[in-house]
């Protein structure tokens, strides 16, 4: 389960992105957050994943309380999330492969387990022939590594 | 598991350092620069001892005993200064020496020579010349003869004079002088080394920027710290080592170059046969430095990018 609790964000020397907002999501729940550029979704994300910290209010993640994570403990906590990420965040210099496999890697997933998944993960997306190419600015296929890699993950 | 982690930390820092080219031989380029600094400092450090060893080795003070004095007598006293920790070595001149060496000093002065020899007999003295570890040590050694005088069989004293009043100014603006440049020159060595971190950690961190992207999303998607930094503190060790072993490399031909043009110079001191003989030592100091440099920098350059 999600919660935000009178969460207020403010940014340095501007108004706030989010005031007040308390908003729960249960879980196996499907929610899907719209608003105009500006309206605060983005950092409603960042906020979860602890990107950021709220400036009033806290933030429960499965009864967490994501402020009081010291930060030996935010990678055990980003492990439980799956994020897309709105600038695709993948890595130019490697392969499609490798951009998979390497998000695997950094979660402590075994050799034997990437081998497995990542060729597995290409062929359900029809990348399996472009698995050695290394990534290009095509946006859609952009779009679709990234949500490939979060799927594995 | 924890051998898996170990394993992703060493072959991603390698491959870190292979993939990176330019920014990689850019790198090693201002390491080399450094650890040559270091390495300069290490043959600056030896010539300075063997110039004030030199120095120090021609600094004495010399004990004049009376001409009616017994060999016996001086001998002991001797064997007494030899006892004393801080006294290097103590060699005996008997009159005689004293005269045969005095005669061939003035082999060409025949108006000297006749004025010996119009003295008739031998008019110098026996002497013992003490030589200290330390320059700083022969007033300890003139108070001992002074507060323990040596006597003749008839309990006069056997000493006709001493002459370190004469070499004290000289003795103690040695001691000074070894004493300043030591400090001098520990300062320098402290000094180049923090520039020289600065500089590798300037480099490293630039060689990091590139990799920020990748850094980013490690953090979100929940790498640990060692995950994180290990590759790029092993990129920075094998950068390090790159470096120093170039050093090494480079050194020979200079050493030889340099030695054989400046070996007059410094009263016999080789740089070329000083790097032969001290290899296992350069080696050591320099790797590790390499190694230290290289770590240090990378972890100062990449904790900026662990605060997400």
New interface residues.
């Given amino acids: 389960m999600i919660y935000f609790d009178k969460v207020t964000k403010r940014y340095d020397g501007n108004g706030a992105a989010l005031e007040d907002i308390t908003l729960s999501v249960a879980p196996k729940e499907f929610v899907s957050i719209v608003g105009h550029s500006g309206a605060g979704k983005t950092t409603l994300l960042k906020l979860l994943l602890a990107e950021e910290r709220p400036t009033d209010g806290a933030v429960f993640f499965e009864s967490i309380n994501v402020n009081d994570l010291p930060s030996s403990a935010l990678h055990h906590y980003r492990r439980r999330i799956g994020m897309v990420f709105q600038d695709f965040r993948l890595i130019p210099n490697k392969t499609a492969y490798e951009n998979i496999a390497f998000a695997m890697e950094a979660v402590g997933r075994t050799d034997d387990e990437i081998k497995s998944d990542v060729p597995y993960i290409l062929e359900l997306v029809n990348l399996a022939d472009k698995a050695l190419n290394v990534i290009t600015i095509d946006r859609g296929r952009l779009v679709r590594d990234d949500i490939e890699g979060k799927y594995v993950l | 598991?924890e051998w898996?982690?170990i394993k992703?930390v060493l072959v991603g820092g390698w491959k870190n350092f292979a993939?990176s080219g330019a920014v990689s031989a850019a790198t090693v380029l201002i390491m080399t620069v450094t650890l040559a600094i270091i390495g300069s400092l290490i043959f600056i450090s030896a010539l300075l001892t063997y110039t004030l060893d030199a120095i120090k080795d021609k600094v004495d003070v010399s004990v004049y005993f009376v001409t009616t004095a017994a060999e016996a007598d001086i001998l002991a006293v001797k064997d007494r200064l030899e006892k004393l920790p801080q006294v290097k070595s103590v060699s005996y001149t008997s009159a005689e020496d004293a005269l045969t060496a005095f005669k061939e000093r003035h082999a060409n002065d025949q108006l000297t020579l006749q004025a010996l020899n119009e003295l008739g007999g031998n008019p110098l003295d026996a002497s013992l010349s003490v030589k200290a570890d330390d320059p700083g040590e022969y007033e300890s050694i003139v108070s001992f003869l002074e507060a323990s005088p040596a006597l003749s069989a008839g309990g006069a004293s056997i000493v006709d004079r001493i002459n370190y009043a004469q070499n004290k100014e000289v003795i103690d603006r040695l001691a000074l002088a070894i004493r300043a440049t030591r400090e001098i020159g520990f300062a320098i060595v402290i000094l180049f080394a923090i520039a020289s971190i600065l500089i590798a950690f300037a480099t490293v961190r630039l060689a990091i920027y590139t990799a920020k992207?990748?850094i980013?999303?490690?953090?979100?998607?929940?790498?640990?710290?060692m995950?994180v930094q290990g590759p790029f503190i092993i990129t920075g060790i094998i950068t390090g080592v790159v470096a120093a072993v170039l050093v090494l490399f480079l050194m020979w031909p200079a050493t030889l170059y340099a030695g054989a043009k400046t070996s007059g110079w410094f009263g016999g001191f080789n740089l070329a046969s000083y790097y032969a003989g001290h290899f296992a030592l350069i080696f050591f100091i320099l790797i590790l430095s390499g190694i230290a440099l290289g770590a240090v920098a990378s972890v100062f350059a990449i904790r900026k990018y662990l605060k997400?």
């Fill in positions: 598991m898996m982690l992703r993939r992207d990748e980013g999303v490690m953090r979100l998607v929940g790498a640990s710290n995950y997400v």
